[in-house]
Structures are given as structure tokens and as C-alpha cells.
Nanobody, 121 residues
Framework: QVQLVESGGGLVQPGGSLRVSCTAS????????MAWYRQAPGKERELVAA???????GYVDSVKGRFTISIDNAKNTMVLQMNSLKPEDTAVYYC???????????????WGQGTQVTVSS
């Protein structure tokens, strides 16, 4: 069974940095792409950053130049480095990945449990 486990959230002051990671485990045959979403209280979940297995990346405008997404294919791990954090970055951050399990023909979307990021003085 495939699982996504996030780690690295926490509390940081405005202007600070945090690094959140997501590791996929289980009977994984292939991962096509991975992404970070976030959901702030009272708001819809939004796509923050995405990366393909080939390394192509994309970011929502509000985080461009501050956040960097990367992937270690050998470890099935994705990292989001967040710099110059702002209070409006406060949210639960969720890992998402399209994964094909061993013995399965189709890619399915999986979600992690979420990790809280709070930016506050």
C-alpha cells in the first residue's frame, strides 16, 4: 500500500525559512509527478508548487522566488524549501503524488496527512 508521509512543518517568524519533506513508500513502480498544496483556515486548498519526475517545476505566483521544490527520485522524496516566509503562508501543507503501484496499470493520486506551517512573530 502506498503512503505519503510529510515532515518538517512548524512555527517560524516572518522572514524565516522552513523545509518540508514528503516521502512516498510502498509498492511503487513509478511516480509521474509530485506537488505541494496548502489550505489556510476558511480557504480552499491551493496548488503551491509541482515537479515532474524529469525535474520540471511550476509555482503559484505568490511563492515564486521564495519557495523551491525539488525531488530525489532514488529516495521517492520531495522537498519544499520555503524562504522569506510571510504570515499569509500559514497553512496546512499537503503532499500530493501521482503514483503507479507495482502490478497496476494506472497512475492514481495520493495525499499525505498534512503538516502545519505557521508564520508568526
Amino acid at each position: 500500500q502506498v503512503q505519503l508521509v510529510e515532515s518538517g512543518g512548524g512555527l517560524v517568524q516572518p522572514g524565516g525559512s522552513l523545509r518540508v519533506s514528503c516521502t512516498a513508500s510502498g509498492s511503487i513502480a513509478s511516480i509521474s509527478d509530485m506537488a505541494w498544496y496548502r489550505q489556510a483556515p476558511g480557504k480552499e486548498r491551493e496548488l503551491v508548487a509541482a515537479i515532474t519526475s524529469g525535474g520540471s517545476t511550476g509555482y503559484v505566483d505568490s511563492v515564486k522566488g521564495r519557495f523551491t521544490i525539488s525531488i530525489d527520485n532514488a529516495k521517492n522524496t520531495m522537498v519544499l524549501q520555503m524562504n522569506s516566509l510571510k504570515p499569509e503562508d500559514t497553512a496546512v501543507y499537503y503532499c500530493n503524488a501521482r503514483i503507479r503501484e507495482s502490478g497496476v496499470r494506472s497512475f492514481l493520486a495520493y495525499w499525505g496527512q498534512g503538516t502545519q506551517v505557521t508564520v508568526s512573530s
